[in-house]
């Protein structure tokens, strides 16, 4: 390419703009409550051990599961694809925000999951150390969280 000519790459109009289309709108964000409701679903659905050979049909089968009951709840819809990728997103970037949602949900300080009624708030990622005495583990919770 001549240093002096147009550059052809800045030139190139997508198909949608040729054709009066919009862009691909960006999706919604997953809120706080959403993000509660998918940690706490995928973790109760996969306690259950599939078949062997069958492990990415039910990984496919919870997220649709997760992504219709969030639709259903919230209405929002979001595909199984975006729950997955949410989802993974939360495990790899915001590892301590998923602590955090699970922290909150095993010591029951998440109020209401099941009516979408949930007390979240910027202290979500705060520290879980309130009031607890070390060495001395909450009867309640013995046996129902990892």
Same mark, same amino acid.
């Given at each position: 390419?001549?240093?002096?000519?147009?550059? $052809?790459?800045? =030139?190139?109009?997508?198909?949608? !703009?040729?054709?009066?289309?919009?862009?691909?709108?960006?999706?919604?964000?997953?809120?706080?409550?959403? /993000? %509660?409701?998918?940690?706490?679903? @995928?973790? #109760?659905?996969?306690?259950?051990?599939?078949?062997?050979? !069958?492990?990415? =049909?039910? $990984?496919?089968? @919870?997220?649709?599961?997760?992504?219709?009951? /969030?639709?259903?709840? &919230?209405?929002?819809? +979001?595909?199984?694809?975006?729950?997955?990728?949410? &989802? !993974?997103? /939360? =495990?790899?970037?915001? +590892?301590?925000?998923?602590?955090? @949602?699970?922290?909150?949900?095993? #010591?029951?300080?998440?109020?209401? /999951?099941?009516?979408?009624?949930?007390?979240?708030?910027?202290?979500? %990622?705060?520290?879980? =150390?309130? *009031?607890? @005495?070390?060495?001395?583990?909450?009867? *309640?919770?013995?046996?129902?969280? *990892?």
């Amino acid at each position: 390419m001549s240093p002096h000519g147009p550059n $052809k790459r800045l =030139k190139k109009v997508t198909e949608a !703009s040729k054709h009066g289309k919009s862009p691909k709108k960006r999706s919604q964000a997953f809120r706080d409550e959403e /993000l %509660v409701e998918l940690v706490h679903m @995928i973790d #109760e659905l996969t306690c259950r051990k599939p078949p062997p050979g !069958s492990i990415h =049909k039910e $990984k496919r089968k @919870i997220m649709s599961e997760v992504a219709a009951h /969030l639709s259903a709840k &919230f209405g929002t819809s +979001y595909t199984p694809n975006q729950v997955k990728k949410r &989802f !993974s997103d /939360l =495990k790899v970037r915001e +590892y301590h925000r998923l602590g955090a @949602i699970r922290r909150k949900l095993c #010591e029951g300080k998440i109020d209401g /999951l099941n009516n979408g009624q949930t007390s979240l708030s910027s202290n979500l %990622v705060s520290s879980s =150390k309130e *009031n607890v @005495i070390p060495g001395s583990p909450d009867p *309640n919770l013995i046996g129902k969280c *990892n």
